[in-house]
């Protein structure tokens, strides 16, 4: 799944995302997440921030993932400036791994509050992107065919299974 241009803008300023998993209930689980996108692939620390457990297995995001690895990523972008707004929804497949280098890296560049974290012996949310679908409000965002946001319609969009990237279906809106 590649992303377009206006979407790795979006997510590469981004401080912070929600992450959706599916509760054993059956009911949305929402969690703020720290990330990075990385060719494709999303990663989440399992950070030293305070949580519930100490075993990271026992958090019940990662019993959702690991019980059902579909998950949601949705990142935003407010502005009072409503010609600023935008959001970028991102399906994938969510897994539990261990530390990888080129990943810590990347999210201490980002986020220079992990200097001391010990990430190294932390582990991560690999999130494959399966679909992406994305709305931006002001008409300097392109998607990846050169075309304005304002060719498209924030309605429902689907993959275009030639090059993976979201267009416009129907006229209905989110």
Known sequence: MSLTAAERDLLAGARRATLATVAQDGRP???PICFVEI???MWSPIDEKPKSTSDPRRLARVRDIEARPDVTVLVDRWSEDWAELAW??????AELVGSDRAVVEALRAKYPQYADHDLEHRPLIRIDIAHATSWFASAADTDATGRT???LHPATLDANPD?????PRGSGSE
């Open 149 to 151: 946001i304002d060719d």
């Open 163 to 167: 090059d993976g990237i979201s267009r």
């Open 29 to 31: 689980r929402l969690v």
């Open 88 to 93: 970028l929804r991102i399906d994938g497949r």
């Open 39 to 41: 060719d494709g692939v």
